[in-house]
Nanobody
C-alpha cells in the first residue's frame, strides 16, 4: 500500500496561482507515474495532468488545463507538484493525486493508490 498526501490547496481569486504537492511518506515516489485528478460537486472525478515515472519525461494534460497547469516532479524531494496559474472559478474542485506502477499515467484506469484530496476554491 502506498500512502499519498496532498497539500497546497486553498482559496484564491480568479487569475491567481496555487502549487499543489503530493508526497509518499516512506516510499520512493519516483517509481510511480503520478496523476492529478479533480472532482467538483456533482461531477465525476477526471484526470487533469499526469507525469511518467522516474525522469518525468512524458506528461499529459487535459484540454481544460493545458497551458495553465504544469506537472513536474522532484525525485530528490520525493514530491510531485501541480503548478496552477490563471485559475478560473471552474477549476474549483477537490484535487487528488494518484500513483500508478505503469510507465506513464495517461489513462485514469491505471491508478492504484490515491490521496485524500485537497480543496481548491477559485472565487470570481
Amino acid at each position: 500500500q502506498v500512502q499519498l498526501v496532498e497539500s497546497g490547496g486553498g482559496l484564491v481569486r480568479a487569475g491567481g496561482s496555487l502549487r499543489l504537492s503530493c508526497v509518499a511518506p516512506g516510499r520512493t515516489l519516483g517509481v510511480y507515474a503520478v496523476g492529478w485528478f479533480r472532482q467538483a460537486p456533482g461531477k465525476e472525478r477526471s484526470l487533469v495532468a499526469a507525469i511518467s515515472r522516474w525522469s518525468g519525461a512524458n506528461t499529459y494534460y487535459s484540454d481544460s488545463v493545458k497551458g495553465r497547469f504544469t506537472i513536474f516532479r522532484d525525485n530528490a524531494k520525493n514530491t510531485v507538484y501541480l503548478q496552477m496559474i490563471s485559475l478560473k472559478p471552474e477549476d474549483t474542485a477537490v484535487y487528488y493525486c494518484a500513483a500508478s506502477p505503469a510507465v506513464d499515467g495517461r489513462t485514469a484506469d491505471v491508478y492504484d493508490y490515491w490521496g485524500q484530496g485537497t480543496q481548491v476554491t477559485v472565487s470570481s
